[in-house]
């Protein structure tokens, strides 16, 4: 496609079990991010994939977060052990040159943890 | 990266021009003014950015004030479908300083009614 694809577009979990999200970025593009938004909040940064650089994975909240960026395309974010906390609208973006405000977002995963 | 403030909420009639500020008082000089909105459900979305002159795009036109301490994002002839959350940022361009971290706070919501 020609936009930034998440899925699912939904997910409800029981607490503690373990989520994947999965993020296609534009083809093409060098860098991949993903934040996540709460319910009336702002952005909140997680992490950063840039080509074959090591992550920067400053952003995640816990050891409960993961990413994988295999062959430099197509990315999953894991949470496991879900927690209620972890309800949010997660967002992907992908960049072609690895500059944040050339990014573009995909429609994000809202995650309830129930 | 500077703080910003705007307005939580603002009306607007169809049709008409959507003025929407932002004060940014503690801007540096080598950071940029960036605007994006976020549709209710939709990642957010890029509409323009700045650093001291006016700017126009197909979507809205930014007017810097000439100290650049304050901004108005202008949306000429708003339609029902510019209902949403309206993200004033300021940062430095590219990935030095700011980093991959796109911080947003609460922004204005802009209702767009008939």
């Known amino acids: 496609g020609a936009g930034v694809s998440q899925s699912p577009s939904n997910k409800v979990t029981e607490k503690g079990k373990d989520v994947e999200l999965r993020c296609d970025p534009i083809?093409?593009?060098?860098?991949l991010y993903w934040y996540r938004q709460s319910l009336g909040q702002g952005l909140e940064f997680l992490i950063y994939?840039?080509?074959?650089?090591?992550?920067?994975k400053s952003g995640l909240p816990s050891d409960r977060f993961s990413a994988e960026r295999t062959g430099g395309s197509v990315s999953t974010l894991t949470i496991q052990r879900t927690q209620q906390e972890d309800s949010a609208v997660y967002l992907c973006?992908?960049?072609?040159?690895?500059?944040?405000?050339?990014?573009?977002f995909g429609q994000g995963t809202r995650l309830t943890v129930v | 990266d500077a703080k910003t403030t705007q307005p939580p909420s603002m009306d607007c009639a169809e049709g008409r021009a959507a003025n929407l500020p932002c004060n940014h008082s503690?801007?540096?000089?080598?950071?940029?003014v960036y605007w994006y909105r976020q549709i209710h459900s939709q990642g957010p979305q890029y509409i323009i950015h700045g650093l001291k002159n006016n700017e126009t795009n197909e979507m809205a036109s930014l007017i810097i004030t000439e100290d650049r301490k304050s901004s108005t994002l202008i949306l000429p002839h708003a339609t029902l479908r510019d209902t949403a959350v309206y993200y004033c940022?300021?940062?430095?361009?590219?990935?030095?300083?700011?980093?991959?971290?796109?911080?947003f706070g609460t922004g204005t919501q802009l209702k767009v009614e008939l």
């Open positions: 940022i300021v940062r430095v361009w590219g990935l030095t300083g700011g980093g991959n971290k796109l911080t």
């Open positions: 994939f840039q080509g074959n650089s090591a992550p920067d």
């Open positions: 973006a992908s960049s072609p040159r690895g500059i944040i405000t050339e990014a573009f």
């Open positions: 083809s093409g593009h060098t860098a």
């Open positions: 503690t801007i540096s000089g080598n950071e940029y």
